[in-house]
Every structure is written in C-alpha cells, then in structure tokens.
C-alpha cells in the first residue's frame, strides 16, 4: 500500500514579469480568471485531492497572497450587516482551516528546484504534492484527483503529462518514455527543456507533480542545470531505477496563464463553462469575430 498525500508546495516566488505593470504590486498569482485568483483555483484542486496541508514558497511582495487565505473581519463584517448572506457562506467554504497553510521564502531565484528544496523541513519524509499555479487546468475531476488515484495503483514519482509539438520540446521537461498504453507512460528518464533534434519523446511535463522525499537528497547538491537553475526535473531524473517513474495524460484542458494569450484564453473558456455567464460572453465573442 502506498503512502498517501497529504501535503502540497505551492512555488508562488516568482516576479512575474511578463504581466507587468499589472504585478507590480501584485502577485501574479493572484491575477483572477474570471473572479477567482489563480492561485485559489490550485488550492481547490488540491484539496478536492485530499491535501491537507498547504505550503507556499514566496518571495518579497506576496504578502497579499497569503492575507487572501485569511480571515477578513472587517469584510465579514460588511458584508454581513449588508445581508449578503451568500458571499459569506461561498467565502467561508473555500477559507483554509487554521494550521492548514504554511510559508517559507525562496530568498533567491535559484530555479523551480531550489523552490521546492525550500519546503524540505514542512515536508520531511512524507510523498507530497507540487502545483503550478500558472498551469490552469479545467477538468473534472481535478487534475491532481486524477493523478492521485493513478499514484495509489502505481506509487512512485507521478506527473501530469501532454503531448506537444516536437519544435516546442525545448519548453517543456520532456519524459523518455519506455511503456506507453495512451493514457500512462512510465519513463526511464526525463529531460529539461531538450533541443526538438535530441527529444525523446513529444510527451511534456505540466505543473502537477506527486513526488517522494527522496527527491530533497538530490535537490540538496544544489546542481544547476538548464538556464543555470537548479532544475526539479534533474532531480527527479535521479530517482529513476530507485523510484517508479509514470507520466499521465490527464483528462482536461489545460491553460499556460504564464502567457498573455493563454491567461486571455482561460478567461474566456472559464467564462463559456459558467452557466451564468456562457450566453453573455457568447454574445460578446460573436460582436468580435
């Protein structure tokens, strides 16, 4: 029987400079598709999976990310002596319990690695969980609920997966893959952002991970690899031949809100997937096409 998940790491350190001047002051994670913030739609995701303990890795200026995860009284308050009785019950159903969040700063911008490194003494020796908030991934169920169910059949290290084109390989962490039945590939290795000539394989690594603490020992050598970052694909690369290895093409559809294009994007398909807003938004989209 494999050890179940408990906990997950939220990277959240990040400038995110492609959005300026919108993340100036404030974290790109919590840039709202439609009225939510990202980083709230992982935190679902990630408790629909049965995560019970939050961990965010940060950096300067993302103080207000962590208040969202907080009591408001004085919101409360507001909104109680208004009557809005609905708000305050939507607010209190998705509100952390207390204990559940945690944070630790990534004092330097070492790499995806080096922030997960930076969750060590919360994680210890347990298998966790990693999300991505820039990763926005519309399925139901969750992503991560269908990468836990995998991971209680399989154990080991599992991933979120898709298939990309070969002339973006250079993107991605890309899995060498050894058995494939469509659905799961388990991989033999895996490499970080490869040339399109010398990929293995098409298949990608997403921002949703299921790890084991053995990857910290790896993570601990403080190895640069790609972009001269210490690369948590490097590390998990590591593991294999110790520790099963499986990619999974999850069933959804995923979002690069790290890109303009792709935040506009999710906008608009989060928006068509309300049944409050479809009819608006498809009225709208037909005035511009």
Request: with cysteine; net charge negative.
């Amino acid at each position: 029987m494999v050890k179940a998940i408990r906990k997950a790491v939220f990277p959240v350190a990040g400038l995110g400079t492609r959005f300026l001047p919108a993340t100036k002051a404030m974290p790109k994670e919590m840039l709202p598709i439609v009225d939510k913030p990202l980083i709230q739609y992982a935190v679902e995701e990630a408790r629909e999976a049965g995560i019970e303990e939050i961990i965010f890795v940060t950096g300067r200026g993302k103080t207000v990310l962590l208040d969202h995860f907080d009591r408001s009284f004085e919101l409360e308050r507001v909104l109680h002596e208004r009557g809005k009785a609905d708000a305050l019950t939507e607010m209190a159903e998705w509100m952390p319990k207390p204990g559940q969040i945690s944070s630790t700063r990534q004092q330097q911008p070492l790499g995806l690695g080096h922030a997960v490194w930076c969750a060590r003494n919360f994680i210890a020796d347990e298998p966790f969980a990693v999300l991505l908030a820039d990763d926005l991934i519309l399925a139901q169920p969750g992503c991560l609920s269908q990468m836990v169910e995998v991971y209680s059949k399989v154990g080991g290290n599992v991933v979120a997966a898709e298939d990309v084109p070969r002339e973006k390989t250079n993107r991605y962490g890309i899995l060498d893959v050894v058995e494939d039945d469509g659905r799961l590939a388990r991989a033999k290795g895996l490499v970080e952002k490869p040339d399109p000539s010398q990929a293995p394989s098409t298949l990608s690594i997403i921002g949703r991970y299921l790890l084991q603490p053995q990857v910290f020992g790896h993570l601990a050598r403080q190895e640069r690899g790609a972009g001269d970052e210490i690369q948590l694909t490097d590390a998990m690369a590591k593991t294999i031949g110790d520790i099963p290895f499986h990619g999974l093409r999850f069933d959804g559809r995923r979002f690069d809100c790290g890109s303009k294009l792709g935040f506009v994007e999710a906008n608009i398909a989060y928006a068509l997937d309300r049944e409050d807003l479809k009819d608006g938004v498809g009225r709208i989209l037909k005035k511009y096409s």
